[in-house]
Structures are given as structure tokens and as C-alpha cells.
């Protein structure tokens, strides 16, 4: 499974997004391998216009979702704080976005600088699609 961060999702969705973004998304989503988790939703679903709000809750109703619970939010505020200690300040919500995707084994898929630079200070993996978008299974992700 595949954590899509709502980077990816914002230009998927964008009328001008980035073809190579929305050609992995399509690909994720064929296969079944999007996820979703509460901090992506709630930014993405919280910013969408209220006249299509409730046309991506529809579509979203079908793709998995990582749930959370305190000790997940402790395990979060921990990368957080190891992530400050070694000089990468990210907001609170990519914390715990990664930390989900580490508890939950999964990688995540972000166009967003804060996720590049997670990896060096934390067993985050990151999701990079194959050639055209597509799917790129772990096994052969190297």
C-alpha cells in the first residue's frame, strides 16, 4: 500500500497538475495500492470547494484508511522532535502522515520537500512511481 499525501492528491485534481503526479495517481488507484489516512483527508476535504466536497468523499469511500489512535500520535511527536533535533522543521501533520505510514508498513507518496528530506532521519520510505506513471511494486522499486 501506498499513503498518498495530499500533495499528490491537490495536483491530481488540479485542472494544470502535473502530468507525471496525475499519471502515478491513476496508477495507484487502478491498483488498488492508495491509502488514505484523517490528516490528509482533513486538509484535502477541509480546503475543497464545498460544491465538490462531497464528490471526493464519494470516491474516497472505497480506498483503505489508516486510522490512528494516542500512541501513534506519541510515536509522531517523537519523529517530530527527531526530525527538529537533527535541523528539518516539517509541520506536525507530515509527522504524523509519515509516522502512519511507518506503523502501518506502507510508503508514501508526496510531492512535497518536507517527505524528500524525512528518509535520512527516519525509516519513512517513499513511494516513486515507474516509468509513465506506473505502478512501481517494493520489489522493484531499487
Avoid at 497538475?17 to 490528509?40: D, F, H, I, N, S
Avoid at 464519494?58 to 483503505?64: L, T
Avoid at 500512541?71 to 522543521?89: D, M, Q, S
Wanted: hydrophobic residues 45%.
Amino acid at each position: 500500500m501506498v499513503l498518498v499525501d495530499t500533495s499528490a492528491w491537490i495536483e491530481f485534481h488540479r485542472r494544470d497538475g502535473k502530468p507525471a503526479v496525475k499519471l502515478a495517481m491513476v496508477a495507484l488507484l487502478q491498483e488498488y495500492e492508495a491509502t488514505l489516512c484523517g490528516p490528509v483527508e482533513m486538509e484535502f476535504i477541509g480546503g475543497a470547494r464545498p460544491s465538490e466536497a462531497a464528490r471526493i468523499k464519494a470516491e474516497w469511500s472505497i480506498i483503505p484508511y489508516l486510522s490512528n489512535d494516542q500512541k501513534i500520535w506519541r510515536k509522531a511527536a517523537g519523529i517530530y522532535a527527531r526530525l527538529r533535533a537533527n535541523g528539518l522543521t516539517v509541520p506536525w501533520n507530515d509527522a504524523l502522515i509519515a509516522t502512519l505510514a511507518i506503523e502501518a508498513d506502507c510508503r508514501v507518496y508526496a510531492v512535497d520537500k518536507h517527505f524528500e528530506a524525512m528518509p535520512r532521519f527516519t525509516p519513512v520510505r517513499l513511494y516513486q512511481p515507474g516509468y509513465n506513471g506506473a505502478f512501481q511494486p517494493e520489489d522493484d522499486a531499487g
